[in-house]
């Protein structure tokens, strides 16, 4: 296997301009490829929206027709007109009932059409409308509903009346006695709830996708019942084997009519209907062929130009590589004198320029030693005076320290506990602050949160409460020295001081399961508007990524600061993750090793 470095210029330059051509090449295909697949999905995620529309409005449909026949078949009147044999009784007492029960259910839902009443001898013995005996008919020949031994609901299959310019499907529900002196538990009759297809053509006749797609609804037998195209309702389809008896979507990619297809159905449990969506998938990808016929297009430009390009690098590029090469063999046989002459005005011929301009100055470099001496002596004074500098910065912390002892003594002298407790808690946290080292113990850093929510305490006069629940396991754990401190600050100043009335403070620490430490720091103050959150989080995730000089003061320097550091020494993964809801409080959750 031939080495890279090894390969002449030309080669090496040859070789990646093919490698740029092929990764220009695999980048359309790539793109075209994941076009293609984003628009597959969205159609699917469009019918499977459209299918549980469906279904929810046939779920209703069907709960609607069931507690229609329930309320029917369980009305005491019903059950007294079909089990007595008095004429009389069922004319003039039961019968107008009768109608006002039926009445009342079929006004309950828009889908019914018709109500029946069967009695145990088999005889359509009331309905609403005409007397539709064709129905009828067609129903008891094919499920038997008549007999003794049907007991069972069912959700019928289509039923097509050629007298009618519509479709109709069924509910068959039996009328068990429920009175004791009306034979307990008998079946005493059949009530038929026979709806209309119309109401179900106008929940898919305006589905489509594409202008081929179908969109339409199955009965148990796999007859169309309705569908966005009208010409195949009543028509079995059988040309895609479909499972049953799941209640989840399916999703399968098949031939349709000899074209290839998105398959997606789901079945209706109650009554075995299936809600089936089939797009071609030529049709999704019919608008891309004009993008796929652009990107060809300007892929064959782009190979050329990159030909092109590629030619005139390697001839300006390596002609004066080939010259300067030649000159550097001349000088290793101490031809000094020679210089190169006509170099190319692009970085070889500075790398030319600077060669001739060596020559002329090897005579000048003892001089150019002493000068590098010079140099040497200047930057150690520099560096001596940096970490002067560094003392004398580290007094004045020592110095307030002392001052602060100073005034700590003498509020205890005139008995102003305020000003003392003030002062020895500001003075622990400055000699926490000068403290060397940057790591400190979980405990110390809890310390100094605790001094300054007693000075926090002093200054807002009790304003708010304050919680700590930290677990022991981790207090003496390693940390980032002022982590939390500036977080605490925030909570106070922009949360909990602008809150009408006493907020709260809790500061949580724990050891997560995955080993790593979390703090999490609450308030209820005035919270944050959700523009106002996301600019904070932005200029953090900004900060972090391209350094302070990105930073927005506006959005609080503090948190931009800790996320750094926990960033920076702990990893990439960890840092602040923050949520507010205004007018509920701001929570802060804190993540680290």
Request: hydrophobic share 40%; proline share 3%.
């Given at each position: ?18 490698i ?7 980048i359309?295909?790539g ?10 999905e ?19 449909s ?6 229609g026949?329930?309320?029917v ?16 009784r069922k ?30 001898e ?33 959700h019928?299959?289509?039923v ?5 310019p ?6 068959i529900?039996p ?13 005493i ?18 589905i ?8 339409f ?18 028509q ?11 209640m989840k ?5 098949r031939?349709?009519?000899?074209r ?16 089936v ?42 002609r ?46 003892t ?11 200047e ?15 580290q ?17 205890l ?7 003392a407790?003030?002062?020895s ?6 000699r ?9 113990s979980?405990?110390e ?41 500036p ?6 100043c ?26 999490q ?45 926990i ?27």
């Amino acid at each position: 296997m031939i080495q890279f470095d090894r390969l002449k210029l030309k080669q090496q330059l040859a070789l990646l301009i093919t490698i740029a051509i092929l990764m220009m090449l695999l980048i359309q295909l790539g793109y075209y490829y994941r076009f293609h697949n984003l628009t597959k999905e969205r159609a699917k995620v469009y019918a499977s929206n459209m299918m549980n529309q469906v279904e929810e409005n046939l779920n209703t449909s069907i709960e609607k027709m069931e507690q229609g026949a329930y309320a029917v078949s369980y009305n005491r009147h019903v059950q007294e007109y079909l089990s007595t044999n008095d004429p009389q009784r069922k004319l003039v007492e039961l019968y107008p009932f009768i109608l006002d029960v039926l009445e009342y259910v079929k006004s309950s839902d828009g889908n019914i059409y018709d109500i029946m009443l069967i009695n145990r001898e088999g005889k359509l013995i009331t309905n609403l409308y005409d007397y539709q005996y064709d129905i009828f008919q067609a129903l008891e020949d094919k499920y038997q509903f008549t007999k003794e031994e049907f007991k069972a609901p069912v959700h019928t299959s289509l039923v097509m009346d050629p007298d009618q310019p519509f479709c109709f499907y069924a509910y068959i529900f039996p009328v068990i006695s429920s009175t004791p002196k009306l034979d307990l538990f008998d079946k005493i009759g059949t009530v038929l709830i026979i709806c209309k297809t119309l109401p179900l053509e106008n929940m898919v006749s305006d589905i489509a996708l594409t202008s081929g797609s179908l969109f339409f609804i199955l009965d148990k037998e796999n007859k169309i019942i309705t569908s966005n195209d009208a010409n195949i309702q009543g028509q079995v389809f059988d040309e895609i084997p479909l499972e049953d008896g799941s209640m989840k979507e399916k999703e399968l990619e098949r031939k349709y009519k000899g074209r290839n297809s998105i398959v997606q159905y789901k079945t209706i449990k109650n009554a075995e209907w299936k809600i089936v969506s089939i797009i071609p998938v030529n049709e999704l990808m019919s608008d891309m062929q004009q993008i796929k016929t652009f990107g060809l297009l300007l892929g064959v430009i782009m190979v050329i130009l990159l030909l092109a390009i590629g030619l005139i690098f390697i001839h300006n590029i390596t002609r004066p590589v080939s010259q300067l090469v030649s000159f550097m063999e001349q000088i290793g046989d101490q031809n000094l004198q020679q210089r190169l002459k006509d170099p190319a005005p692009n970085e070889i011929g500075m790398i030319a320029e600077y060669v001739n301009k060596m020559l002329d100055k090897i005579e000048n470099i003892t001089n150019k030693v002493l000068t590098t001496q010079t140099t040497l002596y200047e930057t150690e004074l520099a560096k001596k005076q940096a970490e002067l500098s560094a003392l004398q910065s580290q007094i004045n912390p020592h110095f307030l320290y002392n001052a602060l002892n100073c005034i700590s003594s003498i509020g205890l002298a005139n008995n102003i506990m305020e000003i003392a407790d003030i002062s020895s808690a500001m003075s622990r946290i400055f000699r926490y602050c000068v403290k060397g080292g940057g790591l400190v113990s979980i405990r110390e850093e809890i310390d100094c949160i605790k001094d300054y929510l007693s000075v926090m305490n002093i200054r807002y006069g009790g304003k708010f409460t304050a919680t700590m629940d930290i677990e022991g396991r981790i207090l003496e754990k390693k940390t980032l020295k002022m982590i939390l401190q500036p977080i605490v600050e925030n909570a106070i100043c922009h949360g909990l001081a602008g809150k009408i009335g006493k907020g709260c403070l809790i500061i949580q620490g724990k050891l997560t399961e995955d080993r790593y430490i979390s703090f999490q720091i609450c308030d209820d103050g005035k919270g944050m508007e959700e523009s106002e959150l996301a600019a904070l989080q932005q200029s953090i995730l900004e900060t972090a990524k391209n350094g302070m000089e990105s930073f927005n003061a506006k959005a609080g320097i503090g948190l931009a600061n800790i996320h750094n550091r926990i960033q920076l020494y702990f990893g990439k993964e960890y840092g602040l993750r923050i949520e507010s809801r205004l007018g509920e409080g701001t929570q802060v959750l804190s993540d680290f090793r």
